[in-house]
């Protein structure tokens, strides 16, 4: 009788990769995440410098490169860094980890990958995947070394450099495919925008630390041109002003192999900062913000812990894992998220200090959201501010004072007023109008624009705002129109 808890082995047999896997790979990484595998690497490299290149030909998107100064890549390594699950030892404080992030992130998005590199030796080497080419087998085309040479020579911030190395796409599937300047000037926009806004915040550390600078731009080859750099400025999910609550951040211990703690976070209600909002809606940013090696892994989500819940919202924990973590807790292949087994999640639930449990800082947390919730609702209601403030101020308005539902909004603005007094208000036009004459003075400028001195605009919205509700003004509203008018212009005249 045959057990069935074995299966029984004859034999065993090689069985190569078809060659089509190249197309399956990194179809789960979208543009942000792949440059940011693509950035692990030239940290790891040692570099200094990164630079994100997208370059424009006859109004289209048609090749983006990334490229470093870091210490290269020699001729005896490159054939491991471009083999498709190729593994590397990496060292304990590295950021690569799979052997795939270069592949998996190029051909999730192009299908031709082209790397070039110099060593400090002056060395030159280079190789190349081709989606096309490697249909009828892993072949991997060897690059002239004097076309390395050129690259390296002209790509920032390799240029100049001992050693650096060059990322190269071409034929990029996720760019638009039409020949028309406005939609390709709107797809830059919106992708420098959400690269600055993820590349911030997975390496907000080391941005802030200044281990490493990362720049963006575009090279028009019709024009021979370059356009501005912008930096990718760090992102830190934990820099507020001050905490919700005066006791915290507090650190719990959690019992594991490695052990770890958890550092536990509480933002203040109604927070309108990048750093809250991150990406989008803030209850979506609460959870486990997971970091290694100083690189941000997980941004948000409580693993199974708990569930998401709207009063958790303000909850944010960090946890660096500890080396040697691996056993219990994977990375995903885009490194965007971990995979904790269950002796981690049960670990990260008992989490707890002296005399407080991890189930002490959720209730916290959900007390902190009630009392906003309350202050916020204690406030009157207002006419929502229109045209005349920057979106900033406008959101930062929203969050801390409920609209009037089905209200005209009121407009501020510069203009023509009757006599020397700062300001003039048209209720039935619902129009705050500052005298056009002192504009110089309050923005130190004879040119201005539509949200131009925020700062006063602001201040004399929340003065008269209550004035523009009702259908009259009455003694108490003139008497402190009168009282505004007469300190406020006197005020402006001082400063002239």
């Known amino acids: 009788m045959i057990k069935d808890d074995q299966v029984p082995i004859t034999s065993r047999v090689t069985l190569q990769p078809d060659p089509r896997l190249l197309r399956s790979l990194g179809r789960n990484h979208d543009l942000p995440s792949a440059l940011a595998d693509l950035v692990d690497n030239s940290i790891d490299a040692g570099a200094r410098h990164v630079r994100i290149r997208f370059v424009r030909r006859d109004n289209r998107l048609v090749r983006l490169y990334v490229t470093d100064d870091g210490r290269g890549i020699s001729s005896a390594a490159i054939n491991t860094a471009m083999t498709i699950g190729g593994v590397r030892r990496y060292g304990p404080g590295e950021l690569g980890h799979f052997g795939l992030g270069l592949k998996a992130a190029s051909f999730g998005h192009a299908d031709e990958l082209t790397v070039v590199s110099k060593t ?207 056993a219990h807790v994977r990375l995903n292949p885009e490194k965007s998220r971990i995979e904790p087994d269950e002796s981690f999640v049960r670990a990260l639930q008992q989490a707890a200090g002296e005399d407080f449990t991890f189930d002490d800082y959720l209730d916290d947390a959900r007390a902190l959201y009630k009392r906003g919730r309350r202050r916020e609702a204690q406030r009157p209601r207002v006419i929502p501010p229109g045209r005349g403030l920057p979106p900033a101020v406008k959101r930062a308005l929203r969050t801390e004072l409920r609209p009037i539902p089905n209200e005209e909004p009121i407009d501020i603005r510069w203009g023509r007023v009757d006599g020397d007094v700062l300001f003039d208000i048209d209720r039935d036009a619902r129009q705050l109008t500052l005298n056009r004459n002192y504009r110089t003075v309050v923005t130190g400028s004879t040119t201005g624009s539509l949200n131009d001195a925020p700062l006063v605009k602001t201040c004399l919205y929340l003065l008269v705002e209550n004035i523009f509700q009702g259908h009259y003004m009455g003694s108490r509203d003139k008497d402190n129109m009168d009282l505004w008018q007469s300190v406020l212009t006197a005020a402006v005249r001082a400063q002239q």
């Open 120 to 326: 400090a030796d002056g060395s030159y080497t280079g190789r190349r995947w081709t989606l096309e080419g490697a249909q009828s087998g892993f072949e991997c085309d060897v690059v002239d070394q004097d076309f390395a040479r050129r690259e390296l020579a002209t790509q920032p911030p390799a240029a100049g450099n001992d050693s650096g190395t060059i990322i190269r796409w071409d034929s990029v599937r996720t760019f638009p495919v039409v020949h028309d300047e406005r939609e390709t000037n709107r797809f830059f926009t919106e992708t420098v925008e959400k690269l600055r806004r993820h590349l911030g915040l997975v390496f907000h550390r080391l941005l802030a630390a200044k281990v490493v600078e990362i720049l963006i731009d575009e090279f028009d080859a019709d024009m021979d041109a370059v356009g501005s750099a912008v930096p990718v400025e760090s992102l830190d999910p934990f820099d507020y002003a001050h905490s919700g609550h005066p006791e915290y951040p507090k650190t719990l211990q959690v019992v594991s192999d490695p052990p770890h703690q958890l550092v536990c976070h509480l933002w203040p209600p109604r927070s309108t900062t990048r750093q809250f909002r991150l990406n989008d809606r803030p209850e979506r940013h609460q959870g486990f913000y997971v970091y290694r090696n100083g690189r941000l892994i997980q941004a948000g989500g409580w693993n199974g812990v708990i569930h998401d819940a709207k009063d958790l919202q303000l909850a944010r924990v960090v946890v660096d894992l500890a080396p040697g973590s691996e």
